[in-house]
């Protein structure tokens, strides 16, 4: 059974979603002939980066808006492992929160459907100067009621 | 306050610890100018490297004993960014299990002493067919039996 | 103009060639904002993968002739600098050699069709034990009697 | 026989040297039990920081001057393979240059002493907004005066 990584809040919309296909690269494999544990990171960036231009929250909206996202925290559960060659599909999932953050979930498949990792990772939202942002800025307020107004899919 | 990654269990030995001086190399650091979130398994497993080494369960000790320790979990919780050229130490501690698995901390600190960065692995033992094991292999009985009996520092 | 890396031999057979489309990732991004030099050997192994595959000289076709390839030289030439989220092409060009040797030209371009970076690596054919094969084997030898008859398109 | 990568202009004062220690980590070697081939301009890039910090025309002090030197060629010949944990040096040797442009050769050796990697990379240096500096900035010109004088050792 898969992990619960957030908890659903109460009156939260459904979270958003994307799917990435890739291909396990050869520079990505080990010595033990499968993908090295640390490059799951760039794979979750990956579906992270494309649920961002999906929904108008990536990287390069945010620039403009002149916000800074970083990582908090990271985690990753490894279940099976990817060998060179192998496709798999990366699925993001942003879960809701009432706080001013990006709780992503991550869930990677591989060509037979099996999940072979799963995880996690939360942004806070910052001004230029590293300020943590309390309060939602009017662009992300705005992407928050079209969330909940059901308008984004 | 830090978070405690793992409970320690009673009657348990003092967790075994050693620590690597790196600095942050360009290519470790990203458009924002501080190193990606994504570098830091890279850090962790300099860390874990040299604990291996240093009391002979490392990765090549492993394989002359034809034995894998692949990572069931990774985690990070990121304080303080690190810069292109920034100085930072990591430190490595091994947390004693009844289990056979190797449950590993990493605390890294900047120039200041400050922490920026901490996180835990976990690994499970296997044998060259990718069976877990549930009984700790002779030598690894060893080592855990000179840890216990405080040999080890 | 364009670099010829590669001089064509007398009567060899056209060169073979397929493009890979890619998206430049944050990860490959550095403090410049542009893709650091040092990630281009990653997008020419993207290349040189596919045009692997697609005649079936890839890297796994070599595992199972139990044979290596390792890389004996590597040039970059970089004419345009990429930025993160940049779409641009790869592609890879095989030319013919007489000797026991894989030559591969990589252009990249940009989404404005111009050249940003061209290069080239070469590859000598070895057996298990690290001696280099002067003459082809059999599969490698076929692949190139079938090239030679214009019967690889 | 080494390669001469940079022909010795008339005149032109003795190259500056650097040498890092460094050892091939787990995350640098490929499924074939090698470091993969294109780890190795992060291991030139180690070199050429040092050499740069050391004679006070790093990648901060060109910053501080708005200055920037982005690699336009970078060329390796690989040798000998390293393997996981191999101990190695790598010397960074400028050469000087009439024109306005930095010559890094590199050379790997393995603990034996033995030349396992030679290459090199070739820079041009820019003001902001990416125009090619035909004349040396002042601190550049200064930085060329000391080495023929042959102050800088």
């Known amino acids: 059974m898969r992990k619960q990584y957030f908890k659903q809040e109460e009156g939260a919309p459904e979270p958003l979603r994307c799917t990435v296909e890739r291909v396990a690269r ?10 090295w544990h640390g490059r799951y990171p760039s794979y979750f960036e990956d579906g992270r980066v494309l649920l961002g231009e999906k929904y108008g929250i990536g990287y390069l909206d945010l620039y403009r808006q002149e916000i800074i996202a970083p990582i908090k925290q990271m985690h990753v559960d490894y279940q099976r492992p990817l060998q060179f060659s192998d496709p798999f599909t990366i699925e993001a999932i942003l879960h809701w929160s009432d706080a001013v953050r990006l709780n992503h979930e991550f869930i990677l498949r591989n060509a037979a459907g099996e999940i072979t990792t799963t995880g996690y990772t939360v942004q806070l939202l910052m001004d ?4 943590v942002l309390m309060v939602p800025p009017p662009f992300y307020q705005e992407f928050r009621e079209r969330w909940q107004a059901g308008e984004l899919t």
């Open 26 to 35: 050869f520079e990505e494999v080990d010595a033990l002939g499968i993908v």
């Open 128 to 131: 230029p100067e590293h300020n």
